[in-house]
């Protein structure tokens, strides 16, 4: 089996290991070489991802359409990434010696937001600024499922955000968009264009030191090239509806984008959210 970059870990054979991409601090400095421009191209050739995952898929596979036009899949990136845009927020968490930055997705007007427990876990401060009105809140923890990597914040005085658009399940071959905070660079968010390569997997998620092991199940993978900052975000469809929530990559390199990227499908990220704010 050939090896693949994971932050200091090696590809599995039980499930894929992969590493967390939603906060800056996880890669250091290997971020000054990640390509984090407004626009990345579409994805180039990274390492195949060879581990099985320990959920098999069950779900009626699709012919995978004929590839797009760098012109034809700039053209609907584009328009699917200034759907969404205004419905994100850029999250700057981690304490003062240590900041994070990662991506949230507006759930309501006065401010839920979705992102993943990774982005925020052991946060002293959090604050997010919001994309579609670019003020910027303090946000405070609603609360959080750590085992699924989903979390729920409040922007304190929020009202009138721009919401998301939900989508329904994607499927393998279906052309979809991570659209979020790349790099942790605050501003206009970056997307990344790709393709949805398999469903139902089980992947065990580290950081750069092999640590914080997260086992997670039923993952969206795609060929989408995250880089840290991404985590919370949206992966949406070509009407720039959000059907994923970005949260971990699998990078065969630590100055490259991610070879392989996992996303929490956007109805059980939803089913968890609704039962943290229910309580």
């Not at 970056?190 to 393709?195: K, P, T």
Request: aromatic letters at 4%; hydrophobic letters at 45%; one cysteine or more.
């Amino acid at each position: 089996m050939s090896k693949t970059w994971v932050i200091g870990a090696v590809m599995s054979a039980a499930a894929v290991t992969t590493a967390l991409v939603g906060t800056v601090v996880e890669v250091g400095n290997a971020l000054a070489a990640a390509p984090i421009t407004a626009a990345p191209a579409v994805p180039r050739a990274t390492a195949k991802v060879t581990a099985s995952s320990t959920t098999k898929s069950t779900k009626a596979r699709t012919t995978a359409p004929a590839a797009l036009s760098l012109a034809a899949t700039t053209k609907l990136a584009t328009a699917a990434a200034a759907i969404i845009t205004p419905a994100l927020v850029d999250i700057l968490a981690g304490t003062a010696a240590a900041p994070a930055a990662g991506t949230g997705i507006v759930l309501t007007p006065t401010g839920e937001v979705l992102t993943n427990y990774h982005v925020i876990s052991g946060a002293s401060r959090i604050s997010a600024t919001d994309i579609g009105t670019g003020r910027t809140y303090v946000a405070t923890v609603v609360g959080y499922d750590a085992a699924q990597d989903i979390a729920v914040l409040q922007l304190v005085g929020a009202t009138g955000l721009p919401t998301a658009r939900l989508g329904t399940a994607a499927t393998v071959g279906q052309s979809v968009f991570a659209v979020g905070n790349a790099g942790g660079r605050g501003g206009a968010p970056a997307w990344a264009s790709g393709s949805v390569t398999d469903v139902d997997r089980s992947v065990t998620a580290t950081n750069e030191h092999n640590k914080a092991a997260e086992p997670l199940t039923g993952m969206l993978q795609t060929t989408t090239p995250i880089v840290p900052g991404y985590s919370g975000g949206a992966l949406v469809n070509t009407a720039g509806e959000v059907v994923c929530v970005d949260t971990c990559g699998s990078f065969s390199a630590p100055d490259k984008p991610a070879a392989a990227a996992f996303a929490i499908p956007i109805a059980r990220a939803m089913n968890i959210a609704n039962a943290i704010t229910s309580r």
